[in-house]
């Protein structure tokens, strides 16, 4: 009778919830199952047959799905780096322009080079910037 339980949960397990599928099954136990299945009716064992198919063509087709979703990932990862490579591109030759503008309106101003580094340029502007925040916060407390 424990026999006929385990070999009827074998049959209709479904292999998604197997912890143990990787351990091949006894003989014992592999000659209690064909005991079981020689029990059944021609009926039977064809609908057997049959749900066991269905289910490994179930998880044939999950393990399909699976293999792309990890294509569509590596495929997103190639479309993703191609397209920082062309922003970079981009990027680059717009950082060469403003660079070439810059020292043509230095050229055509006639400021030193010194005066023109970005950097230097920035940097001014920042104190700038605080200087007049500064200011405006005096005079905000003087209109009060």
């Not at 021609?42 to 087709?61: G, I, T």
């Amino acid at each position: 009778m424990q026999d006929n339980l385990q070999s009827e949960r074998m049959l209709l397990r479904h292999a998604y919830n197997d912890h143990d599928l990787s351990e091949p099954m006894n003989n014992k136990y592999k000659e209690g199952f064909l005991q079981y299945i020689d029990g059944m009716s021609a009926h039977s064992f064809h609908c057997a047959v049959h749900y066991k198919e269905a289910v490994r063509e179930s998880l044939r087709m999950e393990y399909y799905w699976r293999q792309w979703q990890v294509e569509i990932s590596n495929r997103l990862k190639t479309f993703l780096v191609s397209l920082s490579g062309e922003a970079e591109g981009k990027f680059r030759m717009a950082e060469k322009e403003s660079q070439w503008l810059l020292h043509v309106l230095l050229d055509r101003e006639g400021l030193p080079m010194a005066l023109g580094d970005p950097e230097v340029l920035t940097t001014a502007c920042d104190e700038s910037r605080k200087a007049i925040r500064h200011v405006d916060d005096k005079l905000s407390v003087l209109q009060c």
